[in-house]
């Protein structure tokens, strides 16, 4: 029993750290739903279309912060995400 324990503990903590690895930076301006809710901590399908319909209606994201005009986002879903969200593309930096 011990073992089996020990063996579940070991095997989810293989999933959370490549849970962990998968997740990556994205940039908010360009990716689609699908990418936006699978990378971004707290935002679902239907906050990630959201997102996506706020970028085409209003144009596209100056800062991080700016994802709060979208209904649904507040600060603290950008501190979750913060080393995550790109508003530019990282190799023009």
Request: proline share 5%.
């Amino acid at each position: 029993m011990n073992r089996r324990i020990r063996n579940w503990f070991f095997t989810f903590g293989l999933l959370a750290i490549g849970a962990v690895a998968v997740a990556g930076p994205v940039n908010i301006n360009t990716a689609d739903a699908d990418t936006l809710a699978a990378e971004l901590t707290g935002v679902g399908p239907a906050l990630a279309a959201a997102i996506v319909s706020d970028r085409q209606a209003n144009g596209l994201f100056p800062t991080a912060e700016s994802l709060t005009r979208v209904r649904g986002i507040g600060p603290h879903i950008i501190e979750m995400n913060r080393e995550y969200i790109l508003v530019g593309d990282p190799a023009a930096r």
